[in-house]
Every structure is written in structure tokens, then in C-alpha cells.
């Protein structure tokens, strides 16, 4: 079975440039997460989808950031302008359900480099 | 709210031995599970265990143990008979449900503790 895919897996910019990241997550997964870790830190939530649905993104900064996931499958999260603090990795994850004991499988992540 | 500490920055081991990794937690919410994943330097997330509120016996998944002690809101992270690949960051991560049933869906982690195993 394939886990999750993400795309790229590296990318540096220049501030005030757009950026977008990929995600595929795993078959027959319903809920979509996408992640913000910075470095030594615990990985953050941004966004949470149930299906097409974001239903949690408190945490999205949504003056920059914008996320969608429009058949429900696939999603694309995209930083429009990116600010140097937005460097950071961005880790999707994927679970059959948002229930309390369903593990959440993540992906590579993608490194972003903001200069 | 909910809170994850790890109070190990570091923790070194010799290889072959066991080690306990730390994690405390704060939650108000009736029912909640506890995860443990590993990120080795490659940057992946990598799901070691999970311990729900309410199960009666801590965790055990081949090497790792999770000991559960609710009272002390205390998930330790025991891994036996430690091998040079356990190096890597290991993340303490909770999930809880609000008391009307429904999961907040989100992971809440730890700072992370880098365990470093020696030959």
C-alpha cells in the first residue's frame, strides 16, 4: 500500500514569492492533515479536511495561506507572499477518520527555505 | 486545552540497553489517546504505539512499551534492548474528545526528546 506522497520534498524561494505544496494522501483516507514544524519543535496543525470539508483551521494564517482539497482525495496548500519565518517543513497526514484512536500516517514532508 | 511536555532534550544509551522517555500531558477532556512517533533524520513521522484513556493495560508493540499512568498523567515511552537505528527525534503526541463526543481530530506534540543509542 502506498502511503502518503508529497511534493516536492525540498524548496527555497525568495520572500514575497508564492510557493505551493502537494499532497496525495492514502487511499480511502477521509481526513486530511496539513502540518507546520519548525525546527526542534513539535509539528503544528494548520488544517484539518473531513473529505472536501476544512473543518479545523484555526491555526491557518489566513492572510498568506490558503489550502484546498477539492475532490476530496488530493490537496494543495499555497503561501502567497512567503515571509522568512515561514520557513519551516510541511508535513501532510492522512487518517481513515478524525476518531480519537485512528493513527494519522504522515508523508515525507516538503522543506521550505525561505531567503 | 491540551499540552504535551518532554522534559528530555537528550537522552544517550548504550546499544543493547533500555530507555525510558518521558512525557507528561494536560488535557480537561473526558476521553484522549497517546501517540508515540519517531522522526529519524530523514524528516518522516513514524508511528511507534498508541494508549487509549480508558484502556485497562499499557501498550506494548514489539520493543516499545508505553507506561500509562493516568493519575500522574504520565505515557513513558520504554524501549527495549536498544538498537543503533532507534536514533532519531521521538515525538509524545495526544488526541483528545470534548465532553459532547466528538474528536478535536487534531495530534497535540511534545517538543520531542533525540535519543542517541551508542555502540
Known amino acids: 500500500e502506498a502511503g502518503v506522497v508529497q511534493s516536492p520534498r525540498y524548496k527555497i524561494i525568495e520572500k514575497k514569492q508564492p510557493v505551493a505544496f502537494w499532497c496525495n494522501p492514502i487511499?480511502?483516507?477521509?481526513?486530511l492533515y496539513w502540518y507546520r514544524q519548525n525546527l526542534g519543535q513539535g509539528p503544528e496543525l494548520l488544517i484539518r479536511?473531513?473529505?472536501?470539508?476544512?473543518?479545523?483551521d484555526s491555526q491557518l494564517p489566513k492572510d498568506r495561506f490558503s489550502a484546498e482539497r477539492l475532490k476530496g482525495v488530493d490537496s494543495t496548500l499555497k503561501i502567497q507572499p512567503a515571509e522568512l519565518g515561514d520557513s519551516a517543513v510541511y508535513l501532510c497526514?492522512?487518517?481513515?477518520?478524525?476518531?480519537?484512536?485512528?493513527?494519522?500516517?504522515f508523508g515525507p514532508g516538503t522543506r521550505l527555505t525561505v531567503l | 486545552a491540551q499540552k504535551i511536555t518532554q522534559t528530555q532534550p537528550g537522552m544517550f544509551v548504550q546499544e543493547k540497553e533500555a530507555v525510558t522517555l518521558d512525557c507528561t500531558y494536560d488535557?480537561?477532556?473526558?476521553?484522549?489517546?497517546l501517540f508515540w512517533y519517531k522522526q529519524p533524520s530523514s524528516g518522516e513521522m513514524i508511528f511507534l504505539i498508541y494508549?487509549?484513556?480508558?484502556?485497562?493495560q499499557n501498550a506494548t508493540e514489539g520493543r516499545y512499551s508505553l507506561n500509562f499512568q493516568k493519575a500522574r498523567k504520565s505515557a513513558n515511552l520504554v524501549i527495549s534492548a536498544s538498537q543503533l537505528g532507534d536514533s532519531a527525534m521521538y515525538f509524545c503526541?495526544?488526541?483528545?474528545?470534548?465532553?459532547?463526543?466528538?474528536?478535536?481530530?487534531?495530534?497535540?506534540f511534545g517538543q520531542g526528546t533525540i535519543l542517541t543509542v551508542h555502540p
Open positions: 503526541a495526544m488526541r483528545g474528545v470534548n465532553a459532547g463526543g466528538t474528536s478535536y481530530g487534531k495530534l497535540t
Open positions: 488535557t480537561s477532556d473526558p476521553s484522549y489517546g
Open positions: 494508549q487509549g484513556s480508558y484502556d485497562q
Open positions: 487511499s480511502g483516507h477521509n481526513t
Open positions: 497526514a492522512s487518517s481513515i477518520r478524525a476518531n480519537t484512536y485512528n493513527e494519522q500516517f
Open positions: 479536511y473531513e473529505n472536501e470539508e476544512a473543518v479545523d
